[in-house]
Protein backbone atom coordinates (compact mmCIF):
# COMPACT_ATOMS: atom_id res chain seq x y z
CA UNK A 1 0.00 0.00 0.00
CA UNK A 2 2.82 2.30 1.16
CA UNK A 3 4.55 1.48 -2.83
CA UNK A 4 0.72 2.32 -4.23
CA UNK A 5 1.01 5.51 -2.57
CA UNK A 6 4.60 6.84 -3.74
CA UNK A 7 3.66 5.16 -7.18
CA UNK A 8 0.68 7.48 -7.49
CA UNK A 9 2.51 10.47 -6.31
CA UNK A 10 5.14 9.59 -8.83
CA UNK A 11 2.09 9.19 -11.58
CA UNK A 12 0.31 12.04 -10.32
CA UNK A 13 3.29 14.62 -11.37
CA UNK A 14 3.31 13.82 -15.20
CA UNK A 15 2.39 16.74 -16.83
CA UNK A 16 -0.22 16.90 -19.56
CA UNK A 17 2.05 17.37 -22.97
CA UNK A 18 -0.54 19.50 -24.44
CA UNK A 19 -1.90 21.37 -21.69
CA UNK A 20 1.57 21.72 -19.69
CA UNK A 21 0.32 23.64 -16.57
CA UNK A 22 -1.53 20.91 -15.29
CA UNK A 23 -0.99 17.34 -14.29
CA UNK A 24 -2.48 14.42 -15.40
CA UNK A 25 -3.91 13.98 -11.80
CA UNK A 26 -5.53 17.40 -12.17
CA UNK A 27 -7.60 16.70 -15.36
CA UNK A 28 -8.87 13.37 -13.93
CA UNK A 29 -7.61 11.61 -16.76
CA UNK A 30 -5.23 9.28 -14.11
CA UNK A 31 -7.87 6.84 -12.92
CA UNK A 32 -5.65 4.28 -10.68
CA UNK A 33 -2.44 3.08 -9.75
CA UNK A 34 -2.04 -0.58 -8.02
CA UNK A 35 0.62 -2.43 -6.76
CA UNK A 36 0.64 -5.81 -6.71
CA UNK A 37 3.87 -7.56 -5.73
CA UNK A 38 6.35 -5.25 -7.12
CA UNK A 39 4.57 -4.43 -10.20
CA UNK A 40 2.84 -0.70 -10.53
CA UNK A 41 0.04 -0.79 -12.97
CA UNK A 42 -1.00 2.68 -13.92
CA UNK A 43 -4.94 2.95 -15.45
CA UNK A 44 -5.50 6.08 -17.40
CA UNK A 45 -8.42 7.48 -19.46
CA UNK A 46 -8.20 9.85 -22.50
CA UNK A 47 -10.09 13.17 -22.74
CA UNK A 48 -10.87 12.56 -26.66
CA UNK A 49 -10.88 9.37 -28.74
CA UNK A 50 -7.99 10.38 -30.99
CA UNK A 51 -6.13 12.14 -28.44
CA UNK A 52 -2.65 12.49 -30.08
CA UNK A 53 -1.00 12.67 -26.43
CA UNK A 54 -1.87 9.79 -24.59
CA UNK A 55 1.63 7.75 -26.23
CA UNK A 56 3.78 10.58 -24.74
CA UNK A 57 1.83 10.51 -21.30
CA UNK A 58 1.94 6.36 -21.04
CA UNK A 59 5.68 6.72 -21.80
CA UNK A 60 5.72 10.22 -19.35
CA UNK A 61 4.11 8.15 -16.54
CA UNK A 62 7.20 5.18 -17.10
CA UNK A 63 9.65 7.42 -16.82
CA UNK A 64 8.61 9.11 -13.57
CA UNK A 65 7.92 5.93 -12.10
CA UNK A 66 11.04 4.95 -12.90
CA UNK A 67 12.62 7.59 -11.34
CA UNK A 68 10.65 7.24 -7.87
CA UNK A 69 12.25 3.38 -8.07
CA UNK A 70 9.04 1.80 -9.83
CA UNK A 71 10.96 0.00 -12.97
CA UNK A 72 8.43 -2.94 -13.59
CA UNK A 73 5.08 -0.75 -14.76
CA UNK A 74 2.70 -0.92 -17.31
CA UNK A 75 0.30 1.34 -18.15
CA UNK A 76 -3.59 0.58 -19.07
CA UNK A 77 -6.14 2.55 -21.41
CA UNK A 78 -9.94 1.97 -19.95
CA UNK A 79 -13.01 4.30 -21.68
CA UNK A 80 -15.39 3.65 -18.97
CA UNK A 81 -16.67 5.54 -17.85
CA UNK A 82 -15.75 8.34 -20.12
CA UNK A 83 -14.03 11.21 -19.42
CA UNK A 84 -15.60 14.26 -18.69
CA UNK A 85 -14.37 17.82 -18.20
CA UNK A 86 -16.16 17.34 -14.83
CA UNK A 87 -13.36 15.15 -13.41
CA UNK A 88 -10.84 18.09 -13.77
CA UNK A 89 -10.34 18.89 -10.24
CA UNK A 90 -10.89 22.37 -8.55
CA UNK A 91 -6.99 22.69 -8.16
CA UNK A 92 -6.86 22.23 -11.95
CA UNK A 93 -9.35 24.45 -12.80
CA UNK A 94 -7.69 27.16 -10.63
CA UNK A 95 -3.73 26.28 -12.80
CA UNK A 96 -5.77 26.28 -16.30
CA UNK A 97 -7.55 29.99 -15.65
CA UNK A 98 -4.23 31.09 -14.03
CA UNK A 99 -2.84 30.03 -17.10
CA UNK A 100 -5.23 32.30 -19.74
CA UNK A 101 -7.07 28.88 -20.64
CA UNK A 102 -11.17 29.49 -19.24
CA UNK A 103 -12.16 26.67 -17.72
CA UNK A 104 -15.19 24.08 -19.06
CA UNK A 105 -18.79 24.73 -17.55
CA UNK A 106 -19.77 21.77 -15.50
CA UNK A 107 -21.38 19.46 -18.19
CA UNK A 108 -25.30 19.43 -17.67
CA UNK A 109 -26.82 16.47 -19.34
CA UNK A 110 -24.55 13.27 -20.18
CA UNK A 111 -24.98 12.58 -23.46
CA UNK A 112 -27.56 15.60 -23.86
CA UNK A 113 -26.84 18.11 -27.02
CA UNK A 114 -23.65 20.06 -26.92
CA UNK A 115 -24.95 22.68 -23.46
CA UNK A 116 -24.82 26.41 -24.92
CA UNK A 117 -23.32 29.16 -23.07
CA UNK A 118 -24.33 32.57 -23.23
CA UNK A 119 -20.72 33.89 -22.31
CA UNK A 120 -17.35 32.44 -20.83
CA UNK A 121 -15.50 34.78 -18.66
CA UNK A 122 -12.16 36.38 -19.89
CA UNK A 123 -9.80 34.39 -17.79
CA UNK A 124 -7.49 37.58 -17.77
CA UNK A 125 -9.54 40.27 -17.22
CA UNK A 126 -12.58 38.38 -16.33
CA UNK A 127 -14.95 40.47 -18.65
CA UNK A 128 -18.24 38.23 -19.53
CA UNK A 129 -18.39 40.08 -22.81
CA UNK A 130 -16.72 37.50 -24.87
CA UNK A 131 -17.31 35.62 -28.30
CA UNK A 132 -16.68 32.26 -29.57
CA UNK A 133 -13.88 32.68 -32.56
CA UNK A 134 -13.85 28.65 -33.57
CA UNK A 135 -15.62 25.76 -32.10
CA UNK A 136 -11.93 24.05 -32.13
CA UNK A 137 -8.81 25.05 -31.48
CA UNK A 138 -5.33 23.91 -31.21
CA UNK A 139 -6.38 20.91 -29.42
CA UNK A 140 -8.86 18.44 -29.65
CA UNK A 141 -10.30 20.20 -26.13
CA UNK A 142 -10.17 23.59 -26.80
CA UNK A 143 -11.91 26.34 -28.25
CA UNK A 144 -11.02 29.22 -29.59
CA UNK A 145 -12.63 32.66 -27.70
CA UNK A 146 -11.59 36.51 -27.90
CA UNK A 147 -12.34 39.32 -24.76
CA UNK A 148 -14.11 41.83 -26.33
CA UNK A 149 -13.52 44.40 -23.52
CA UNK A 150 -9.52 43.55 -23.37
CA UNK A 151 -9.76 42.67 -26.89
CA UNK A 152 -7.56 38.98 -25.94
CA UNK A 153 -7.92 36.05 -27.42
CA UNK A 154 -7.85 32.76 -25.01
CA UNK A 155 -8.30 29.12 -25.31
CA UNK A 156 -11.28 27.86 -23.37
CA UNK A 157 -11.69 24.03 -22.66
CA UNK A 158 -14.71 22.41 -24.47
CA UNK A 159 -17.33 21.24 -21.45
CA UNK A 160 -17.66 17.35 -22.77
CA UNK B 1 -27.09 -18.43 -32.25
CA UNK B 2 -23.46 -20.48 -31.40
CA UNK B 3 -20.51 -18.35 -30.03
CA UNK B 4 -18.82 -18.82 -33.85
CA UNK B 5 -21.63 -16.83 -35.48
CA UNK B 6 -21.76 -14.05 -32.68
CA UNK B 7 -17.89 -13.45 -33.32
CA UNK B 8 -18.91 -13.74 -36.88
CA UNK B 9 -21.50 -10.88 -36.56
CA UNK B 10 -19.17 -9.10 -34.04
CA UNK B 11 -16.40 -8.26 -36.18
CA UNK B 12 -18.54 -7.48 -39.15
CA UNK B 13 -20.64 -5.23 -37.44
CA UNK B 14 -17.35 -4.00 -35.88
CA UNK B 15 -16.29 -2.98 -38.93
CA UNK B 16 -18.94 -1.50 -40.37
CA UNK B 17 -18.80 1.57 -37.51
CA UNK B 18 -14.64 1.60 -37.64
CA UNK B 19 -15.08 1.82 -41.33
CA UNK B 20 -17.56 4.51 -41.65
CA UNK B 21 -15.03 6.54 -39.02
CA UNK B 22 -12.02 5.69 -40.78
CA UNK B 23 -13.17 6.84 -44.21
CA UNK B 24 -14.97 9.84 -42.85
CA UNK B 25 -12.04 10.79 -41.07
CA UNK B 26 -9.69 9.98 -44.10
CA UNK B 27 -12.00 12.31 -46.69
CA UNK B 28 -11.90 15.47 -43.93
CA UNK B 29 -8.26 15.54 -43.36
CA UNK B 30 -7.72 16.13 -47.13
CA UNK B 31 -8.89 19.43 -46.22
CA UNK B 32 -6.11 20.14 -44.12
CA UNK B 33 -4.11 23.04 -45.23
CA UNK B 34 -6.92 24.21 -47.38
CA UNK B 35 -10.37 24.58 -45.59
CA UNK B 36 -11.76 27.82 -46.53
CA UNK B 37 -10.23 29.63 -43.23
CA UNK B 38 -7.40 28.91 -40.55
CA UNK B 39 -10.05 28.48 -38.19
CA UNK B 40 -12.16 26.12 -40.32
CA UNK B 41 -8.71 23.96 -41.23
CA UNK B 42 -8.15 23.32 -37.57
CA UNK B 43 -12.01 22.26 -37.42
CA UNK B 44 -11.98 20.03 -39.85
CA UNK B 45 -8.69 18.43 -38.87
CA UNK B 46 -10.21 17.97 -35.38
CA UNK B 47 -13.43 16.34 -36.31
CA UNK B 48 -10.81 14.21 -38.83
CA UNK B 49 -8.97 12.90 -35.61
CA UNK B 50 -12.00 12.27 -33.67
CA UNK B 51 -13.34 10.22 -36.62
CA UNK B 52 -9.67 8.51 -36.74
CA UNK B 53 -9.77 7.85 -33.12
CA UNK B 54 -12.94 6.42 -33.09
CA UNK B 55 -11.64 3.88 -35.87
CA UNK B 56 -8.70 3.05 -33.71
CA UNK B 57 -10.54 1.83 -30.89
CA UNK B 58 -13.40 0.24 -32.96
CA UNK B 59 -11.16 -1.62 -35.81
CA UNK B 60 -8.57 -2.55 -32.61
CA UNK B 61 -11.80 -4.17 -30.89
CA UNK B 62 -12.65 -6.51 -34.20
CA UNK B 63 -8.98 -7.60 -34.41
CA UNK B 64 -9.23 -9.09 -31.22
CA UNK B 65 -13.07 -10.39 -31.70
CA UNK B 66 -12.14 -12.49 -34.55
CA UNK B 67 -9.67 -15.02 -35.74
CA UNK B 68 -7.33 -14.10 -38.78
CA UNK B 69 -9.66 -14.80 -41.35
CA UNK B 70 -12.81 -12.73 -42.37
CA UNK B 71 -15.27 -15.06 -43.03
CA UNK B 72 -16.95 -14.69 -46.40
CA UNK B 73 -21.12 -14.13 -46.20
CA UNK B 74 -23.08 -15.28 -49.18
CA UNK B 75 -23.32 -11.59 -50.52
CA UNK B 76 -21.10 -9.90 -48.47
CA UNK B 77 -17.25 -8.64 -48.91
CA UNK B 78 -14.69 -10.36 -50.35
CA UNK B 79 -13.18 -12.63 -47.29
CA UNK B 80 -9.85 -10.88 -46.05
CA UNK B 81 -7.02 -13.53 -45.46
CA UNK B 82 -4.11 -12.27 -43.50
CA UNK B 83 -1.06 -14.63 -42.38
CA UNK B 84 -0.49 -13.63 -38.96
CA UNK B 85 -2.45 -11.48 -35.81
CA UNK B 86 -4.87 -8.75 -36.69
CA UNK B 87 -4.57 -5.44 -35.03
CA UNK B 88 -6.04 -2.32 -36.15
CA UNK B 89 -2.97 -1.13 -38.75
CA UNK B 90 -3.44 -4.67 -41.00
CA UNK B 91 -7.38 -4.06 -41.25
CA UNK B 92 -7.21 -0.68 -41.99
CA UNK B 93 -4.38 -0.93 -44.32
CA UNK B 94 -4.53 -4.01 -45.81
CA UNK B 95 -8.31 -4.70 -47.14
CA UNK B 96 -8.62 -3.58 -50.15
CA UNK B 97 -11.86 -1.80 -51.43
CA UNK B 98 -14.39 -4.90 -51.61
CA UNK B 99 -13.73 -5.61 -48.37
CA UNK B 100 -14.32 -2.52 -46.62
CA UNK B 101 -18.08 -1.86 -45.52
CA UNK B 102 -18.38 1.68 -44.63
CA UNK B 103 -21.80 3.64 -46.26
CA UNK B 104 -21.23 4.82 -49.71
CA UNK B 105 -21.92 8.53 -48.34
CA UNK B 106 -18.82 8.17 -46.18
CA UNK B 107 -16.24 7.32 -49.39
CA UNK B 108 -17.83 10.53 -51.87
CA UNK B 109 -15.49 12.97 -52.89
CA UNK B 110 -15.16 16.36 -50.86
CA UNK B 111 -16.54 18.62 -53.32
CA UNK B 112 -16.98 22.16 -52.17
CA UNK B 113 -17.06 23.49 -48.97
CA UNK B 114 -20.68 23.25 -49.10
CA UNK B 115 -20.65 19.46 -50.20
CA UNK B 116 -18.33 18.48 -47.50
CA UNK B 117 -20.69 20.32 -44.82
CA UNK B 118 -23.62 18.83 -45.51
CA UNK B 119 -22.09 15.22 -46.05
CA UNK B 120 -21.12 15.48 -42.03
CA UNK B 121 -24.53 16.85 -41.30
CA UNK B 122 -26.04 13.59 -42.51
CA UNK B 123 -23.34 11.24 -41.31
CA UNK B 124 -23.10 12.75 -37.88
CA UNK B 125 -26.44 13.44 -37.66
CA UNK B 126 -26.55 9.21 -38.09
CA UNK B 127 -23.02 8.44 -35.96
CA UNK B 128 -23.94 10.71 -32.21
CA UNK B 129 -27.78 8.80 -32.89
CA UNK B 130 -26.27 5.26 -33.06
CA UNK B 131 -23.48 5.65 -30.75
CA UNK B 132 -26.48 6.98 -28.49
CA UNK B 133 -27.80 3.59 -28.37
CA UNK B 134 -24.77 1.90 -28.42
CA UNK B 135 -23.38 3.32 -25.22
CA UNK B 136 -26.29 1.08 -23.64
CA UNK B 137 -24.81 -1.70 -25.73
CA UNK B 138 -24.76 -5.45 -24.07
CA UNK B 139 -21.48 -5.34 -25.32
CA UNK B 140 -19.89 -3.41 -22.45
CA UNK B 141 -16.66 -2.83 -24.77
CA UNK B 142 -18.75 -1.08 -27.56
CA UNK B 143 -20.79 0.72 -24.77
CA UNK B 144 -17.24 2.23 -23.79
CA UNK B 145 -16.28 3.21 -27.08
CA UNK B 146 -19.91 4.60 -28.22
CA UNK B 147 -20.17 6.35 -24.66
CA UNK B 148 -16.87 8.22 -25.79
CA UNK B 149 -17.72 8.80 -29.29
CA UNK B 150 -21.31 10.34 -28.13
CA UNK B 151 -20.08 12.90 -26.96
CA UNK B 152 -17.60 13.90 -29.61
CA UNK B 153 -20.55 13.45 -32.61
CA UNK B 154 -22.51 16.21 -30.93
CA UNK B 155 -19.66 18.51 -31.89
CA UNK B 156 -18.84 17.54 -35.34
CA UNK B 157 -23.02 17.77 -35.86
CA UNK B 158 -23.32 20.83 -34.03
CA UNK B 159 -20.32 22.57 -36.13
CA UNK B 160 -22.17 20.77 -39.42
CA UNK B 161 -25.67 22.08 -38.40
CA UNK B 162 -24.34 25.82 -37.84
CA UNK B 163 -22.89 25.75 -41.41
CA UNK B 164 -25.28 24.61 -43.11
CA UNK B 165 -27.54 26.84 -41.88
CA UNK B 166 -25.33 29.79 -42.43
CA UNK B 167 -24.78 28.87 -45.99
CA UNK B 168 -28.05 27.64 -46.89
CA UNK B 169 -29.32 30.65 -45.71
CA UNK B 170 -26.83 32.89 -47.07
CA UNK B 171 -25.90 34.41 -50.10
CA UNK B 172 -27.50 33.49 -53.52
CA UNK B 173 -24.37 31.31 -54.31
CA UNK B 174 -23.93 29.18 -51.01
CA UNK B 175 -27.62 28.62 -51.36
CA UNK B 176 -26.96 27.39 -54.73
CA UNK B 177 -24.21 25.37 -53.62
CA UNK B 178 -25.83 23.93 -50.62
CA UNK B 179 -28.87 22.84 -52.19
CA UNK B 180 -26.94 21.17 -55.07
CA UNK B 181 -24.74 19.26 -52.48
CA UNK B 182 -27.84 18.24 -50.68
CA UNK B 183 -29.70 17.29 -53.88
CA UNK B 184 -26.22 14.80 -54.69
CA UNK B 185 -26.32 13.36 -51.18
CA UNK B 186 -29.46 12.77 -49.97
CA UNK B 187 -30.16 10.05 -52.84
CA UNK B 188 -27.11 7.98 -50.58
CA UNK B 189 -28.90 8.53 -46.73
CA UNK B 190 -31.30 5.54 -47.45
CA UNK B 191 -28.48 2.96 -46.57
CA UNK B 192 -27.65 4.62 -43.27
CA UNK B 193 -31.29 2.80 -42.63
CA UNK B 194 -31.10 -0.35 -44.62
CA UNK B 195 -32.25 -3.07 -43.25
CA UNK B 196 -29.33 -5.52 -42.46
CA UNK B 197 -30.27 -9.17 -41.60
CA UNK B 198 -26.93 -10.46 -40.70
CA UNK B 199 -27.19 -7.82 -37.49
CA UNK B 200 -30.27 -9.97 -36.56
CA UNK B 201 -28.69 -11.97 -33.68
CA UNK B 202 -26.19 -8.80 -32.53
CA UNK B 203 -29.52 -6.58 -32.51
CA UNK B 204 -31.39 -9.28 -30.73
CA UNK B 205 -28.58 -9.58 -27.82
CA UNK B 206 -28.69 -5.52 -27.46
CA UNK B 207 -25.19 -5.72 -29.05
CA UNK B 208 -26.09 -3.74 -31.92
CA UNK B 209 -28.63 -1.01 -33.93
CA UNK B 210 -30.89 -2.04 -35.76
CA UNK B 211 -30.07 0.64 -38.76
CA UNK B 212 -34.30 1.30 -39.93
CA UNK B 213 -34.89 2.00 -36.26
CA UNK B 214 -32.70 4.87 -36.25
CA UNK B 215 -34.23 6.82 -39.50
CA UNK B 216 -37.11 8.50 -37.44
CA UNK B 217 -34.82 10.24 -34.98
CA UNK B 218 -32.40 10.72 -37.63
CA UNK B 219 -34.90 12.81 -39.75
CA UNK B 220 -36.31 14.64 -36.34
CA UNK B 221 -33.02 16.31 -35.91
CA UNK B 222 -31.92 16.67 -40.00
CA UNK B 223 -34.73 18.07 -41.35
CA UNK B 224 -35.35 20.92 -39.20
CA UNK B 225 -31.84 22.81 -39.67
CA UNK B 226 -32.48 22.22 -43.66
CA UNK B 227 -35.50 24.02 -43.71
CA UNK B 228 -34.02 26.64 -41.45
CA UNK B 229 -31.36 26.59 -43.84
CA UNK B 230 -34.05 26.94 -46.46
CA UNK B 231 -33.34 24.11 -48.29
CA UNK B 232 -35.17 21.81 -50.04
CA UNK B 233 -35.09 17.74 -49.29
CA UNK B 234 -34.76 16.40 -53.04
CA UNK B 235 -37.33 14.01 -54.58
CA UNK B 236 -35.72 11.17 -55.94
CA UNK B 237 -36.48 7.44 -56.15
CA UNK B 238 -32.59 6.52 -56.54
CA UNK B 239 -31.37 4.78 -53.84
CA UNK B 240 -27.66 3.60 -54.41
CA UNK B 241 -26.15 1.33 -51.75
CA UNK B 242 -24.28 -1.72 -51.07
CA UNK B 243 -21.42 -0.32 -48.80
CA UNK B 244 -22.13 -2.70 -46.13
CA UNK B 245 -21.84 -5.66 -48.45
CA UNK B 246 -18.69 -4.32 -49.74
CA UNK B 247 -20.46 -2.83 -52.96
CA UNK B 248 -18.43 0.87 -53.12
CA UNK B 249 -17.87 3.42 -55.71
CA UNK B 250 -14.71 4.14 -57.29
CA UNK B 251 -14.25 6.89 -55.08
CA UNK B 252 -13.36 4.43 -52.63
CA UNK B 253 -10.11 2.76 -54.45
CA UNK B 254 -8.57 6.49 -54.84
CA UNK B 255 -8.90 7.25 -51.08
CA UNK B 256 -7.71 3.63 -50.15
CA UNK B 257 -4.86 3.87 -52.64
CA UNK B 258 -3.44 6.91 -51.04
CA UNK B 259 -4.46 6.25 -47.60
CA UNK B 260 -2.62 2.54 -47.90
CA UNK B 261 0.69 3.49 -49.81
CA UNK B 262 2.76 3.87 -47.15
CA UNK B 263 2.00 1.08 -44.86
CA UNK B 264 1.92 -1.20 -48.22
CA UNK B 265 5.23 -0.21 -49.47
CA UNK B 266 6.71 -0.01 -46.10
CA UNK B 267 5.01 -3.05 -44.03
CA UNK B 268 5.39 -1.99 -39.94
CA UNK B 269 6.73 1.26 -40.40
CA UNK B 270 6.46 3.86 -37.38
CA UNK B 271 6.79 7.19 -37.71
Known amino acids: MAMAGTAWEAAATVVDPELQVVTIADLGILRDVRAEGGHVTVTITPTYSGCPAMDAIRDDVLTALAAAGHRDAQVVTVLDPPWSTDDITDAGRAKLAAAGVAPPAPVSVDGGPVPLRLSVACPRCGSGDTEQISRFGSTACKALWRCRACAEPFDHLKSL | ?271
Open chain 2, 1 to 271: MTATTQATGLFDYLLALGDDALVTGQRLGEWYASAPGMEEDIALANIALDQVGAARLLLSYAAEASATAMPARADGPLPFVHDGPLDEDVLAYLRDDRQYRNVQLAELPNGDFAHTIVRLLLLSAYQKLRYDTLAGSADARIAGIAGKARKESAYHLDHATVWTVRLGDGTDESHARTQAALDALWPYTTELFAPDPQLADLTEAGVAVDPPSLRESWTAVVEPVLAEATLTVPDTAWTPGGGRRGMHTEHLSFLLAEMQSLYRAHPGASW
